[in-house]
Protein backbone atom coordinates (compact mmCIF):
# COMPACT_ATOMS: atom_id res chain seq x y z
CA UNK A 1 0.00 0.00 0.00
CA UNK A 2 1.06 3.51 -0.76
CA UNK A 3 2.34 5.11 2.95
CA UNK A 4 2.69 8.82 3.77
CA UNK A 5 4.55 9.81 6.60
CA UNK A 6 4.02 13.19 8.39
CA UNK A 7 5.02 14.56 11.75
CA UNK A 8 2.69 14.03 14.24
CA UNK A 9 1.91 17.31 15.80
CA UNK A 10 3.17 20.73 15.09
CA UNK A 11 2.89 23.86 16.98
CA UNK A 12 2.73 27.92 15.67
CA UNK A 13 1.70 31.00 16.54
CA UNK A 14 -0.74 33.33 14.84
CA UNK A 15 0.42 35.24 11.82
CA UNK A 16 3.40 32.56 11.31
CA UNK A 17 4.09 30.65 8.13
CA UNK A 18 3.69 27.01 8.40
CA UNK A 19 5.10 23.90 6.46
CA UNK A 20 4.11 20.61 6.87
CA UNK A 21 6.40 18.35 4.65
CA UNK A 22 5.30 14.37 4.09
CA UNK A 23 7.23 11.91 2.69
CA UNK A 24 5.52 9.59 0.07
CA UNK A 25 8.19 7.22 -1.32
CA UNK A 26 6.25 4.64 -3.28
CA UNK A 27 3.89 6.97 -4.97
CA UNK A 28 3.19 5.99 -8.09
CA UNK A 29 4.12 7.72 -11.42
CA UNK A 30 1.02 8.90 -12.22
CA UNK A 31 -0.98 9.61 -9.08
CA UNK A 32 -1.64 13.35 -7.17
CA UNK A 33 -0.83 14.40 -4.15
CA UNK A 34 -3.67 15.77 -2.05
CA UNK A 35 -4.21 17.43 0.95
CA UNK A 36 -7.03 17.60 3.54
CA UNK A 37 -8.06 19.86 6.77
CA UNK A 38 -10.10 18.27 9.47
CA UNK A 39 -11.94 19.99 12.21
CA UNK A 40 -12.80 17.74 15.11
CA UNK A 41 -16.37 16.11 15.05
CA UNK A 42 -16.24 17.57 11.15
CA UNK A 43 -15.47 15.48 7.90
CA UNK A 44 -11.95 16.50 6.09
CA UNK A 45 -11.91 19.33 3.88
CA UNK A 46 -9.82 19.72 0.69
CA UNK A 47 -7.23 22.22 0.48
CA UNK A 48 -4.76 21.38 -2.54
CA UNK A 49 -3.62 18.96 -4.74
CA UNK A 50 -0.69 18.81 -7.03
CA UNK A 51 1.52 16.27 -8.90
CA UNK A 52 5.18 18.45 -9.45
CA UNK A 53 6.46 21.24 -9.09
CA UNK A 54 4.50 24.12 -7.58
CA UNK A 55 0.77 24.77 -6.45
CA UNK A 56 -1.20 27.85 -5.25
CA UNK A 57 -4.70 28.23 -4.41
CA UNK A 58 -6.39 31.01 -2.00
CA UNK A 59 -5.30 28.99 1.24
CA UNK A 60 -2.14 27.24 1.05
CA UNK A 61 0.51 26.43 -1.92
CA UNK A 62 2.18 22.82 -2.38
CA UNK A 63 5.62 22.38 -2.85
CA UNK A 64 6.62 18.91 -5.17
CA UNK A 65 10.46 18.09 -5.68
CA UNK A 66 11.09 16.59 -8.56
CA UNK A 67 11.64 13.25 -7.37
CA UNK A 68 8.10 13.64 -6.43
CA UNK A 69 8.89 11.02 -2.81
CA UNK A 70 8.17 14.37 -0.95
CA UNK A 71 5.90 17.41 -0.78
CA UNK A 72 5.27 20.11 1.16
CA UNK A 73 1.89 22.03 2.30
CA UNK A 74 2.50 25.83 3.23
CA UNK A 75 0.25 28.02 4.91
CA UNK A 76 0.81 31.90 4.73
CA UNK A 77 -0.06 33.78 7.97
CA UNK A 78 -2.15 31.41 9.62
CA UNK A 79 -4.56 32.07 12.20
CA UNK A 80 -5.96 30.35 15.30
CA UNK A 81 -8.97 29.11 12.87
CA UNK A 82 -6.32 26.89 11.07
CA UNK A 83 -5.95 24.60 14.20
CA UNK A 84 -6.59 21.26 12.51
CA UNK A 85 -5.38 18.31 11.73
CA UNK A 86 -3.50 18.07 8.34
CA UNK A 87 -3.65 14.96 6.19
CA UNK A 88 -1.72 14.18 3.41
CA UNK A 89 -2.46 12.07 0.71
CA UNK A 90 -1.38 9.84 -1.99
CA UNK A 91 -3.64 6.63 -3.95
CA UNK A 92 -3.45 2.81 -3.38
CA UNK A 93 -0.51 1.86 -6.42
CA UNK A 94 -3.17 -0.90 -6.86
CA UNK A 95 -6.17 0.97 -7.95
CA UNK A 96 -5.95 3.75 -10.51
CA UNK A 97 -7.90 5.82 -12.03
CA UNK A 98 -11.88 5.81 -11.13
CA UNK A 99 -10.89 3.24 -8.42
CA UNK A 100 -8.35 5.38 -7.04
CA UNK A 101 -8.06 5.13 -3.17
CA UNK A 102 -6.88 7.76 -0.66
CA UNK A 103 -4.71 5.57 1.53
CA UNK A 104 -5.39 7.68 5.17
CA UNK A 105 -2.71 8.13 8.18
CA UNK A 106 -2.92 9.88 11.41
CA UNK A 107 -2.07 13.34 9.85
CA UNK A 108 -0.31 16.40 11.46
CA UNK A 109 -2.09 17.94 14.45
CA UNK A 110 -1.75 21.87 14.07
CA UNK A 111 -1.96 24.14 16.82
CA UNK A 112 -1.90 27.26 16.21
CA UNK A 113 -1.42 30.12 19.29
CA UNK A 114 -2.42 33.67 19.89
CA UNK B 1 -24.20 22.94 -6.17
CA UNK B 2 -23.46 19.50 -4.80
CA UNK B 3 -24.70 19.01 -1.03
CA UNK B 4 -24.42 15.42 0.87
CA UNK B 5 -26.19 14.59 3.74
CA UNK B 6 -25.99 12.02 6.26
CA UNK B 7 -28.49 10.53 8.74
CA UNK B 8 -28.57 10.17 12.22
CA UNK B 9 -25.85 12.77 13.22
CA UNK B 10 -25.40 10.35 16.12
CA UNK B 11 -26.00 7.02 17.40
CA UNK B 12 -26.46 5.13 20.37
CA UNK B 13 -27.19 1.31 19.64
CA UNK B 14 -26.42 -1.50 21.85
CA UNK B 15 -24.33 -4.80 20.86
CA UNK B 16 -26.06 -6.89 18.30
CA UNK B 17 -28.37 -4.34 17.04
CA UNK B 18 -29.05 -3.75 13.79
CA UNK B 19 -27.40 -0.60 11.67
CA UNK B 20 -29.02 1.59 8.83
CA UNK B 21 -27.04 4.81 7.44
CA UNK B 22 -27.84 6.26 4.94
CA UNK B 23 -26.50 8.84 2.35
CA UNK B 24 -27.41 10.84 -0.26
CA UNK B 25 -26.24 13.32 -2.94
CA UNK B 26 -27.70 16.15 -4.69
CA UNK B 27 -27.07 18.25 -7.87
CA UNK B 28 -24.61 15.78 -9.40
CA UNK B 29 -24.85 12.66 -11.07
CA UNK B 30 -22.61 9.53 -11.14
CA UNK B 31 -20.73 10.17 -8.46
CA UNK B 32 -17.96 7.84 -6.98
CA UNK B 33 -19.52 7.36 -2.99
CA UNK B 34 -17.12 6.42 -0.35
CA UNK B 35 -17.98 5.05 3.31
CA UNK B 36 -15.51 5.86 6.06
CA UNK B 37 -14.68 5.23 9.74
CA UNK B 38 -12.51 7.01 12.17
CA UNK B 39 -11.74 5.99 15.60
CA UNK B 40 -11.14 8.99 17.86
CA UNK B 41 -7.55 10.14 17.49
CA UNK B 42 -6.89 8.03 13.90
CA UNK B 43 -6.89 8.65 10.85
CA UNK B 44 -10.11 7.56 8.02
CA UNK B 45 -10.16 3.81 6.77
CA UNK B 46 -12.05 3.46 3.60
CA UNK B 47 -14.73 1.27 4.51
CA UNK B 48 -16.89 0.69 1.11
CA UNK B 49 -16.67 2.29 -2.05
CA UNK B 50 -19.06 2.74 -4.93
CA UNK B 51 -18.22 3.86 -9.03
CA UNK B 52 -21.96 3.07 -9.80
CA UNK B 53 -25.44 1.62 -8.76
CA UNK B 54 -25.19 -2.10 -7.25
CA UNK B 55 -21.07 -1.34 -7.87
CA UNK B 56 -19.46 -2.05 -4.41
CA UNK B 57 -16.01 -2.69 -3.48
CA UNK B 58 -15.25 -3.75 0.25
CA UNK B 59 -12.04 -2.86 1.66
CA UNK B 60 -12.02 -4.18 5.10
CA UNK B 61 -13.32 -8.19 5.96
CA UNK B 62 -15.79 -7.03 8.77
CA UNK B 63 -19.94 -7.20 9.61
CA UNK B 64 -20.69 -4.19 7.73
CA UNK B 65 -22.20 -4.17 4.06
CA UNK B 66 -23.06 -1.30 1.96
CA UNK B 67 -26.08 -0.88 -0.93
CA UNK B 68 -26.05 1.42 -3.11
CA UNK B 69 -29.94 1.30 -4.65
CA UNK B 70 -29.92 4.76 -6.66
CA UNK B 71 -27.14 6.67 -8.39
CA UNK B 72 -27.05 8.87 -5.28
CA UNK B 73 -28.15 7.03 -2.27
CA UNK B 74 -25.03 4.75 -0.70
CA UNK B 75 -26.13 3.20 2.74
CA UNK B 76 -24.35 1.42 5.45
CA UNK B 77 -26.07 -1.94 7.48
CA UNK B 78 -24.62 -3.97 10.04
CA UNK B 79 -27.09 -7.25 11.21
CA UNK B 80 -25.28 -7.42 14.49
CA UNK B 81 -22.86 -4.12 15.72
CA UNK B 82 -19.75 -5.29 17.76
CA UNK B 83 -18.11 -2.66 20.28
CA UNK B 84 -15.79 -1.94 17.68
CA UNK B 85 -17.74 -1.04 15.28
CA UNK B 86 -18.08 2.62 17.31
CA UNK B 87 -16.55 5.31 15.80
CA UNK B 88 -17.16 8.09 13.43
CA UNK B 89 -18.69 7.25 9.90
CA UNK B 90 -18.14 9.74 7.27
CA UNK B 91 -20.03 9.49 3.72
CA UNK B 92 -18.04 11.13 0.57
CA UNK B 93 -18.52 11.80 -2.81
CA UNK B 94 -16.00 12.73 -5.94
CA UNK B 95 -16.86 13.24 -9.43
CA UNK B 96 -14.14 10.54 -10.36
CA UNK B 97 -10.98 8.84 -8.28
CA UNK B 98 -8.83 12.04 -9.15
CA UNK B 99 -11.38 14.53 -7.97
CA UNK B 100 -11.36 15.67 -4.57
CA UNK B 101 -13.67 13.82 -1.88
CA UNK B 102 -16.53 16.10 -0.57
CA UNK B 103 -17.27 14.78 2.59
CA UNK B 104 -21.01 14.76 4.55
CA UNK B 105 -21.57 15.88 8.14
CA UNK B 106 -20.86 12.07 9.72
CA UNK B 107 -22.96 9.96 12.25
CA UNK B 108 -21.23 9.38 15.36
CA UNK B 109 -22.03 6.01 16.40
CA UNK B 110 -22.00 4.61 20.22
CA UNK B 111 -22.32 0.61 20.63
CA UNK B 112 -22.76 0.04 24.11
Known amino acids: LAKTTQPISMDSYEGQEVNITCSHNNIATNDYITWYQQFPSQGPRFIIQGYKTKVTNEVASLFIPADRKSSTLSLPRVSLSDTAVYYC???????????????WGLGTSLAVNP | SQTIHQWPATLVQPVGSPLSLECTVE??????LYWYRQAAGRGLQLLFYSVGIGQISSEVPQNLSASRPQDRQFILSSKKLLLSDSGFYLCAWSSSGYNEQFFGPGTRLTVL
Open chain 2, 27 to 32: GTSNPN
Open chain 1, 89 to 103: LVGDPSNAGNNRKLI
